[in-house]
Each structure stands twice: as structure tokens, then as C-alpha cells.
């Protein structure tokens, strides 16, 4: 069985490119002949003739070429297909993974005035693949409102839960608790209902700090203005440690006390199972997954959340970490969706 994963390449930058490369690892394990192909360069090594200094991969991913895709009769295509190779995916049995949230492809079209398509063009890849993933139960349900029966399956977003464990350095915080946000923004991922919870968090927690990793150069003038000109000085006076993109967030998941997923709709991001498998409790708008439940942009809501689940950890830290894990561990791990989902998809290709 050979399997070509279409992707960008964007380590520490791209949770797409993580989730491809997870895969393509485990699907190696499991015996599968996968292949990782970057969808922008067609030839990995004369690339890198080209850019000296540059890196295209790491030594166990070994990127192949475009002309090696075509002798895998499966494309699974994460980030789209090289124009060039349309007319050869005809020849292809074709797996879109739909890696983003539906909520954020019609918000993106609408801010844009209709001039993009986004969410339409994914309605059009559903339906002209062979066969689309969702990832989460959430985006499953409404994706396979607009294709036939069958057309759209669900395998689990899942990690390399051996890459990420509450064994390891840790960064030592202060805050106490320390409640860590390390997720990218965007318009179903707010971190702003946190940053105006923390006055509130603050004035029952006194010693409680906000830790912000994992910030885009972009927003930094945003996130500015959003904590430093508020008048109640405890705004400004909760934050601990805020840090640009970071290419480890292990040690933070491992110090902090409590993670935040910002997601309006509580679906866990790839950063939710990281902190999870670390042992990090989290907190979220929705999920069975989740330690405590706030409202979507309920700032006092969220402020009760992180004020009562601290007040169980603190109790029991060693046991909120185990649970965390050990929930982690039966939901999160590649190995299970491969052997569950995706060899099962595969085998369904004719």
C-alpha cells in the first residue's frame, strides 16, 4: 500500500504540516509506504541546490518529489494539489483532509466581501475527490451536509503522543496558577475573552498569571493595545511571560497549571492535545475532553471556570496531570486513527 501526502512545509508554524507529518510517520510504522511531497516544490533536492542554507525536511521525513507521487495510486491532499499535477490526479484515488474549521472558511469569505471563495471551493473538493476526512465530530457534522452519503468521513484529529509527555524540563512559572494560551488567532479563535477574564481571575487569585506563547509578529501591535491600555491595571499587571512563535512549547505545557482553547466552538486544536498529552488540564467553550466549560465570549464565565478548576488541581496536582495524560493518551494517539481510520480508508480504494 503507497500513500502520497500532499502538504506545506511550515515546521513550528503550520499545524497542518504537523498533523501531515504525524501521519505520514505512523502510516511509515504501521508498514504503509507514505510519502510526504511539499505541494510548492517539485523537486525537494533541486530546491535545495537552488537555496543553499535552506531545509526542506527533517532527516526522518525525507520529502519526495512530484514525479515519485504519481507511483502512489492514493493522494491524500492536505493542502491542495500542484496545478501542475491535476491532470495526473485523475489517474489517483483522492483523499482531501479538511483541515480547516467550516465556521472560519465563511467568516474568511464574508470579511473579504465574497472576493474569496474559501468555503465554497472546499464544498467543490468535497464532492470531486474520491472520498473527504473531516477531523473532528463538530466539522463532520456540517460538511456532510453539501455531499452524497458517504462522501465525507470522520477520522479523529490525532499527534504523535510520544513526542509530547509531562516527562521532560518544565519551565518554572510563578503564576500560580499559571494558565497558559499558545493557540494562533483567528476569528473563531479568540484569546481576547481571556485576556479580559484576567482582571476578574486576578482579584479572587491573586498570585494567578497569564502566559501568552506562540504570538505571530502580526498581531503583536493588537495584542499591544489590548492589554496595555486598559485603566484597571491588574490587566496589564497578570501577564507573566508573552513570547513570539516558539518552536517548543513543551517545557510551558509542562510548568503551566491550566491551558485555555479559545475556540468558539470548542473543538480542540492540535495545541488542546499537546497540552493534554503533557499533562495539562484545559479549559474550553465545549468538548467531554475539557476540565470546566465557559461561554463563548462570557469573560466572567471563563473567569469561574479557571477560578473552580484551580480549585480542584490545586488539591491534587499530580492527579489533575495523570488525567489529563491518560485521556490523552485513549483519544490523541496517531497510531490509533491509523489503525482505526486511515488503513481502513485506504483499503477501500479501488
Request: with cysteine; net charge negative; glycine share 6%.
Amino acid at each position: 500500500m503507497k500513500a502520497a501526502h500532499f502538504s506545506s512545509y511550515a515546521p513550528h508554524r503550520s499545524g497542518l504540516f504537523e498533523a501531515a507529518k504525524d501521519l505520514v510517520l505512523a502510516e511509515r510504522a504501521a508498514g504503509i509506504d507514505s510519502l510526504f511531497v511539499n505541494m510548492t516544490v517539485a523537486d525537494p533536492e533541486k530546491h535545495l541546490a537552488e537555496c543553499p542554507g535552506g531545509t526542506l525536511g527533517e532527516a526522518s521525513l525525507n520529502p519526495s518529489t512530484w514525479e515519485e507521487a504519481k507511483d502512489a495510486y492514493i493522494w491524500v491532499v492536505h493542502r491542495g494539489i500542484p496545478a501542475e499535477l491535476l491532470e495526473e490526479s485523475k489517474k489517483h484515488y483522492t483523499i482531501m483532509a479538511i483541515h480547516g474549521g467550516p465556521e472560519h472558511m465563511v467568516m474568511y469569505d464574508i470579511e473579504n466581501s465574497g472576493n474569496k471563495q474559501s468555503f465554497n471551493s472546499h464544498i467543490n473538493m468535497i464532492n470531486n475527490y474520491s472520498k473527504a476526512v473531516a477531523l473532528n465530530e463538530h466539522d463532520f457534522q456540517i460538511w456532510k451536509l453539501y455531499a452524497d452519503p458517504g462522501q465525507v468521513v470522520l477520522i479523529e484529529d490525532s499527534i504523535d503522543i510520544s513526542r509530547y509527555s509531562p516527562e521532560g524540563y518544565a519551565w518554572e512559572f510563578h503564576g500560580l496558577p499559571a494558565i497558559l494560551y499558545a493557540d494562533i488567532s483567528r476569528n473563531i479563535k479568540l484569546p481576547f475573552t481571556l485576556f479580559w477574564a484576567m482582571p476578574g481571575v486576578h482579584r479572587k487569585l491573586s498570585k494567578a498569571r497569564l502566559e501568552v506563547y506562540g504570538l505571530p509578529f502580526a498581531e503583536i501591535n493588537t495584542f499591544r493595545n489590548t492589554m496595555v491600555r486598559g485603566y484597571d491595571i491588574n490587566l496589564l499587571g497578570t501577564l507573566e511571560s508573552v513570547q513570539l512563535i516558539t518552536s517548543d512549547l513543551r517545557p510551558m505545557m509542562r510548568g503551566a497549571h491550566i491551558g485555555v482553547n479559545p475556540n468558539l466552538s470548542g473543538v480542540r486544536s492540535r495545541v488542546t492535545m499537546e497540552m493534554m498529552a503533557c499533562g495539562l488540564p484545559v479549559i474550553a467553550t465545549n468538548g467531554d475532553y475539557a476540565i470546566k466549560h465557559y461561554k463563548a465570549y462570557g469573560t466572567e464565565e471563563l473567569e469561574r471556570a479557571i477560578c473552580t478548576a484551580w480549585e480542584e488541581i490545586e488539591k491534587d496536582m499530580k492527579g489533575a496531570c495523570e488525567k489529563a495524560r491518560a485521556y490523552a493518551l485513549e483519544h490523541f494517539d496517531i497510531k490509533k486513527a491509523v489503525e482505526t481510520g486511515w488503513i481502513p480508508l485506504y483499503e477501500e480504494a479501488k
